[in-house]
């Protein structure tokens, strides 16, 4: 029988109130190129990529040609604008650091996000967070990102490189999402999935095991209780 074993988290939109300035960086790229994008059309149809995903998304919605040179160019100039954001904005969200460094103390925890590793470490480093995680599975370590099971079942496989623990499964693991890509891809890979309603609204992430409007209200004993034990629902 599966039992929670491990902790695997989403990062935008879950650890850091990041996505408005990764909105923000994305659409002074776009602008650049004679592309608009609002702040709509972001939180429905971009949310839950990586760079390399938005950037597709914006040109073939534009009927652009997404040459390889075109795309790493904008990723460059969206990294360089998005850190120079984030150095002037850091925000984690409330209960975020009690919820994490009470995970740490009885579970391996580990990242896996859409985000660029330089991005990440930078702001968990600033956060005081960086040594609660195992491992961070980042944009460069995957080939197929979100909604694909990729990212997940990579950071799980990294979790079982640390021999003093029994090989962990999908079914002993317990991701945290914002998004119905991450929703979708954290199913896939067979893991059971809590959604925070930081960036959308309860009702957008119904796909989840379990939903809470803020990671401040979330109870560990609680999440074992409802996702591996007789009760399921909303925390």
Not at 61 to 72: E, I, K, V
Not at 83 to 92: D, G
Not at 129 to 134: E, M, V
Request: proline share 5%; with cysteine; aromatic share 6%.
């Amino acid at each position: 029988m599966s039992e929670l074993r491990a902790i695997i988290f989403d990062f935008d939109g879950v650890i850091a109130d990041t996505e408005p300035l990764h909105f923000a960086a994305l659409r002074q790229v776009l602008a650049g190129i004679d592309i608009s994008l609002t702040e709509q059309e972001y939180y429905t149809d971009y949310l839950g990529f990586d760079d390399r995903g938005c950037f597709l998304a914006a040109l073939q919605s534009h009927q652009r040609q997404a040459a390889p040179t075109l795309l790493g160019e904008l990723m460059d100039r969206k990294a360089q604008a998005y850190l120079s954001a984030i150095r002037e904005h850091l925000a984690i969200f409330p209960g975020v650091r009690e919820l994490v460094h009470d995970a740490a103390a009885r579970y391996p925890l580990a990242i896996a996000s859409g985000a660029l590793r330089n991005e990440i470490e930078l702001i968990l480093e600033e956060a005081g967070l960086r040594k609660a995680f195992r491992h961070i599975t980042s944009a460069e370590d995957v080939t197929r990102g979100k909604p694909a099971p990729e990212p997940f079942l990579h950071a799980m496989a990294a979790l079982n490189q640390h021999p003093s623990q029994p090989a962990l499964t999908p079914e002993d693991c317990l991701v945290i999402e914002d998004s119905l890509p991450g929703i979708r891809a954290a199913r896939a890979a067979g893991m059971k999935v809590l959604a925070v309603a930081n960036t959308h609204t309860v009702q957008d992430l119904g796909e989840a095991d379990a939903i809470t409007h803020s990671l401040a209200d979330t109870r560990l004993s609680d999440l074992r209780l409802r996702l591996w034990g007789s009760a399921q629902g909303r925390l």
